[in-house]
């Protein structure tokens, strides 16, 4: 019997059950393609199937069959799925070598499996758990890692480890002359800010004088020290973890280890040592501009002389709190080097890994900075009582 004729001229799709014996026959006829696969009913053809189920085998005759595409291979992979939920054998060898081959190579290469559709519902307790077990095991890599930083610069101070000088002598200059600009214009505007929030607050009880103290004791002993950290951990510490990153996905580090050199020694420990120098000069270019910065709205917006807010300055902040600031700056810079060199080390082998590695080196050394900080503000407040 011919196939149906649609009003394009298209020979409809169609499937016929029959049984001959213990199987079952699926007679395919008309032009079974992409353009005519809504006129198949799929349903009525496995409904069918599924009334005449009692067999052993399912085998498909092509005969009627004019033309075909892919929609005819996705069909029969269907029927194939059916018979092997139903414990039915499906009796390939009935079908020209083309289709059967290209349902052999269809099913050569298993779908790889997401797991979106097995989502399972966790409860809180797992997910806090999970997020615990992931806490510790950050805690475990970063103190392995600060542990092999600890050994290599005992090996420095004993002459034996593989110390990059040429990087050392580069980084210096990239935390230096190269990031002046920057910190500078963050440092001015700080002081900018400091000053008009204590300009509006001190003016009012004729106080407006004590601005230039708020302004050189917060940028020596806080403001200073931070912002130059977070300045050069979204600029520096980024690019270490960029940079370590890229050698790792084009196997460079490994490299270095099939060398006998130390990749921590060679390409960590310029990085820190360079950041420790640095960071404490940035950090007295940061206060100076921070001060210059509360000056203008000093002399400006409160009508003081330079020589006023100067010696008001000067007789606010002493030694110790620049001294302070220095030294959160030191180890604001070590925090950043580890963090940067530690993420490049530890990432993926792909170009998504580095972006990832760059970010999260970015973040996570900011929020030790202001950790590290507070840290050492409670620890020397429980010193002077």
């Given at each position: 019997?011919?196939?149906?004729?649609?009003?394009?001229?298209?020979?409809?799709?169609?499937?016929?059950?029959?049984?001959?014996?213990?199987?079952?026959?699926?007679?395919?006829?008309?032009?079974?393609?992409?353009?005519?696969?809504?006129?198949?009913?799929?349903?009525?053809?496995?409904?069918?199937?599924?009334?005449?189920?009692?067999?052993?085998?399912?085998?498909?005759?092509?005969?009627?069959?004019?033309?075909?595409?892919?929609?005819?291979?996705?069909?029969?992979?269907?029927?194939?799925?059916?018979?092997?939920?139903?414990?039915?054998?499906?009796?390939?060898?009935?079908?020209?070598?083309?289709?059967?081959?290209?349902?052999?190579?269809?099913?050569?290469?298993?779908?790889?499996?997401?797991?979106?559709?097995?989502?399972?519902?966790?409860?809180?307790?797992?997910?806090?758990?999970?997020?615990?077990?992931?806490?510790?095991?950050?805690?475990?890599?970063?103190?392995?890692?600060?542990?092999?930083?600890?050994?290599?610069?005992?090996?420095?101070?004993?002459?034996?480890?593989?110390?990059?000088?040429?990087?050392?002598?580069?980084?210096?200059?990239?935390?230096?002359?190269?990031?002046?600009?920057?910190?500078?214009?963050?440092?001015?505007?700080?002081?900018?800010?400091?000053?008009?929030?204590?300009?509006?607050?001190?003016?009012?009880?004729?106080?407006?004088?004590?601005?230039?103290?708020?302004?050189?004791?917060?940028?020596?002993?806080?403001?200073?020290?931070?912002?130059?950290?977070?300045?050069?951990?979204?600029?520096?510490?980024?690019?270490?973890?960029?940079?370590?990153?890229s050698m790792k996905v084009s196997e460079e580090i490994d490299a270095l280890k099939?060398?006998?050199?130390?990749?921590?020694?060679?390409?960590?420990t310029p990085r820190m040592l360079a950041l420790f120098f640095m960071m404490p000069?940035?950090?007295?270019?940061?206060?100076?501009?921070?001060?210059?910065?509360?000056?203008?709205?000093?002399?400006?917006?409160?009508?003081?002389?330079?020589?006023?807010?100067?010696?008001?300055?000067?007789?606010?902040?002493?030694?110790?709190?620049?001294?302070?600031?220095?030294?959160?700056?030191a180890v604001f810079g070590v925090i950043i080097a580890l963090t940067g060199c530690?993420?490049?080390?530890?990432?993926?082998?792909?170009?998504?890994?580095?972006?990832?590695?760059?970010?999260?080196?970015?973040?996570?050394?900011?929020?030790?900075?202001?950790?590290?900080?507070?840290?050492?503000?409670?620890?020397?407040?429980?010193?002077?009582?």
């Open positions: 019997m011919n196939a149906a004729v649609n009003s394009n001229g298209r020979s409809l799709p169609d499937a016929e059950v029959r049984r001959e014996g213990e199987e079952l026959v699926l007679a395919l006829k008309g032009e079974w393609s992409l353009k005519t696969e809504r006129e198949i009913n799929q349903s009525r053809i496995f409904g069918t199937l599924e009334k005449e189920q009692a067999t052993h085998a399912v085998r498909v005759d092509i005969s009627g069959l004019k033309t075909w595409d892919t929609s005819l291979l996705i069909f029969l992979l269907k029927v194939e799925d059916w018979c092997r939920s139903h414990n039915i054998d499906f009796r390939q060898d009935s079908l020209p070598r083309a289709i059967s081959g290209l349902i052999a190579l269809s099913q050569a290469v298993p779908e790889k499996q997401t797991g979106r559709s097995e989502k399972k519902r966790r409860f809180f307790f797992y997910w806090l758990g999970a997020a615990i077990l992931a806490a510790l095991d950050g805690i475990q890599v970063t103190l392995d890692f600060t542990g092999q930083c600890t050994q290599s610069m005992a090996r420095l101070l004993r002459g034996k480890a593989a110390f990059d000088w040429r990087l050392f002598w580069l980084t210096m200059q990239e935390c230096s002359a190269q990031a002046l600009p920057i910190v500078g214009l963050i440092s001015g505007l700080t002081g900018l800010i400091l000053a008009f929030v204590g300009a509006i607050q001190l003016r009012q009880f004729g106080a407006g004088i004590y601005v230039a103290n708020l302004v050189a004791v917060a940028m020596a002993r806080e403001m200073g020290a931070i912002m130059t950290g977070v300045i050069m951990a979204g600029r520096t510490g980024a690019a270490f973890a960029a940079q370590i990153g099939t060398l006998a050199i130390s990749p921590v020694d060679f390409l960590v000069l940035l950090t007295l270019y940061s206060v100076l501009i921070g001060i210059a910065g509360g000056a203008v709205v000093g002399v400006t917006v409160l009508s003081l002389s330079l020589t006023q807010y100067w010696n008001q300055t000067l007789l606010s902040m002493g030694l110790p709190d620049i001294a302070t600031g220095v030294a959160k700056s530690q993420r490049g080390i530890g990432c993926g082998n792909d170009a998504a890994a580095v972006g990832n590695a760059a970010t999260s080196a970015v973040v996570l050394a900011i929020t030790w900075i202001v950790a590290s900080d507070a840290i050492i503000d409670v620890i020397q407040q429980l010193g002077n009582f």
